[in-house]
């Protein structure tokens, strides 16, 4: 048998070793690289996910600790509105805090916007007992909006006091 060159022998195992250098990475070290990346990816997106439930909780924990406080405002919201059903009952305070007053008036009423009852006062009284009546409702339990107050006055002791008044119901 004939002996092989020595340069064959180096360059053929050369080229064994970098075929097998590059078998190995094709195989085993690209898709190893691969699943690395993907991993990398995948523990991103775990953090991401991870941030925003902490963030919610955070928000939870703080919406939960101001719930004593959002209930205490309900309440007293709540407490400034009236029943639908008390209109009657509104119209005869009215009328009797106008009597208590020496006021003469009238009183309409209209279904408002939004919930709401729309009251149209019209009294003549003294100055005086006028803005007490006018104080008078300022100073109920329950939230009311007067608007267009038009004043005039009628005679020498008494004016007249027309104006709307909205009392938002439940």
Do not use: C
Request: hydrophobic letters at 40%.
């Amino acid at each position: 048998m004939k002996k092989k060159n020595p340069i064959y022998k180096i360059v053929s195992s050369t080229l064994g070793i970098i075929l097998l250098a590059i078998l190995i990475t094709i195989i085993i070290i690209l898709p190893s690289i691969n699943y690395i990346k993907n991993i990398k990816q995948d523990i991103q997106t775990i953090e991401k996910e991870s941030a925003d439930q902490y963030n919610k909780i955070r928000l939870l924990k703080k919406s939960i600790a101001e719930l004593d406080t959002i209930n205490k405002n309900t309440v007293a919201l709540e407490q400034s509105l009236i029943n639908k059903d008390d209109a009657i009952n509104l119209i005869k305070e009215f009328e009797d805090m106008a009597t208590a007053q020496h006021i003469e008036q009238n009183l309409t009423i209209a279904s408002g916007q939004n919930d709401s009852i729309l009251f149209t006062f019209k009294t003549k009284a003294s100055f005086y007992s006028t803005l007490q009546y006018l104080n008078s409702l300022e100073h109920l339990p329950f939230y009311i909006t007067m608007d267009n107050l038009n004043w005039t006055k009628v005679d020498a002791t008494n004016v007249s006091l027309n104006f709307e008044a909205t009392i938002f119901t439940k």
